[in-house]
Every structure is written in C-alpha cells, then in structure tokens.
C-alpha cells in the first residue's frame, strides 16, 4: 500500500535562517505532489505542485520554492525565513484516478 | 469546480450515527464526490469517494442522491475520534493542480459523550 512520510513533525527557526522540509512517496510510482500551507484556523492554500521530476508550478509568488529530484521525493525550501512563514506544511500525492492523500504535516514556527 | 455548502457545525451522541450532509448542485456528470476530515493538529484524511452508486468502507457511507445534487456521509457509530471538521468537494479523478482540491469551510462534527 502506499505511504507519505513528511518531517520533521514540528520546526522553530528563527527569521532569514533557512528551510528544507522533505516528503516521501512510498508504493507507487510517478504520483502528482503537493505542498499545501494551513495558516491557523484558515484552509488549505495550494503553494506547488509537481506531475514528475524536475517539473514545479507554483500556485503563488512567496519566499519559498520546491524541487523534486527524485520521482517520489518533494522538497519545500527557503532561503530566509520570513515570519509570515510560519504555519502549517502539509504535503500530498494523487495518482491516477485516485484521492489526494496527505501526509501528518510540519508545523513551522518563525521566530 | 462545482461549488459545494455544508452545515456549519452539527452536534452527534457517542454511539449513534452521524449523517453529515452536503449539498452540490451544479455537479457535473464525470465529478466525483469525495470526503475528507481533518482533526485538530493533523493532516485532512480522506474518507470516501463516490459518482452516483452509494459507497461504503471501513470508515463510512456515502449516500448519493439519484440526482446527484446532494450527498451524506454518515458515520454509523460515531466515537468521539470522529470530532473533526468534515470535508466534501467535487472534482474529476484526473483534475490536478489546483483543481485536486479545494475545501470549502466544512462541518465541524462534534461528538459528545
């Protein structure tokens, strides 16, 4: 069966330190990817998507980027950390004709 | 995608079932319903999904009405495991992007012992 895996579970950082938050795709190949950011008591705002390797659309213009170097590894990355970053990180995969099924999030803390 | 509004909040007893309804009028014929929850803290888990034939797993059913404007999940013994806020969307198996998913505000379920 298939499995996400996103950590760390829980991260503080202080302002203009970097980000790297990593997901991981087991028991299916060539999913869709996603990361998604919750901001307290708000929705789920889609900020990149992946359909395969090296291929990242970003939803909006912000401070953070994504990569995928591998087909089933999603990487969340920033540079500096703004405050506004803070919140919480979820990633997920579809594949063909299949629900989105998320991973158990990050929850960042800027500082 | 089709737009779809549920119950704010809804309150159910320990045991008994929970029926969550949903409605979405302007579904199109080849958009799914699904279902997702998400508890405090945690990622949105998917629960169920459905075109027109009622559904059932280990975690619910899902009744779809003929017309396909309106569903209900329900939890038949709902635990207070169950408090969540309760998610329906509509979209198409393939859609990706942003089209994979967009929750609206949700029903917040709370169990009561």
């Known amino acids: 069966s298939q499995t996400i895996h996103q950590w760390p579970a829980t991260l503080v950082q202080p302002v203009g330190s970097p980000l790297s938050l990593e997901c991981t795709v087991e028991?299916?190949?060539?999913?869709?990817l996603y990361w998604y950011r919750q901001a307290a008591g708000r929705g789920l705002q889609l900020l990149f998507y992946?359909?395969?390797?090296?291929?990242i659309s970003s939803e909006v213009p912000q401070n953070l980027s994504a990569s995928r170097p591998q087909d089933r590894q999603f990487i969340l990355s920033s540079k500096k950390l703004l405050l506004s970053d803070s919140g919480f990180y979820l990633c997920?995969?579809?594949?063909?004709?299949?629900?989105?099924?998320f991973g158990n999030g990050t929850r960042l803390t800027v500082t | 995608d089709a737009k779809t509004t549920q119950p704010t909040s809804m309150d159910c007893a320990e045991g008994r079932a929970a029926n969550l309804p949903c409605n979405h009028s302007?579904?199109?014929?080849?958009?799914?319903v699904y279902w997702y929850r998400q508890i405090h803290s945690q990622g949105p888990q998917y629960i169920i999904h459905?075109?027109?034939n009622n559904e059932t797993n280990e975690m619910a059913s899902l009744i779809i009405t003929e017309d396909r404007k309106s569903s209900t999940l329900i939890l038949p013994h709902a635990t207070l495991r169950d408090t969540a806020v309760y998610y329906c969307?509509?979209?198409?198996?393939?859609?990706?992007?942003?089209?994979?998913?967009?929750f609206g505000s949700g029903t917040r379920l709370q169990v009561q012992p």
């Open positions: 997920a995969w579809t594949g063909n004709n299949s629900p989105l099924h």
């Open positions: 028991g299916t190949s060539n999913p869709n």
């Open positions: 992946s359909v395969g390797i090296g291929q």
């Open positions: 302007t579904i199109s014929g080849n958009e799914y």
């Open positions: 459905g075109l027109k």
């Open positions: 969307i509509v979209r198409l198996p393939t859609d990706t992007g942003r089209r994979a998913l967009t």
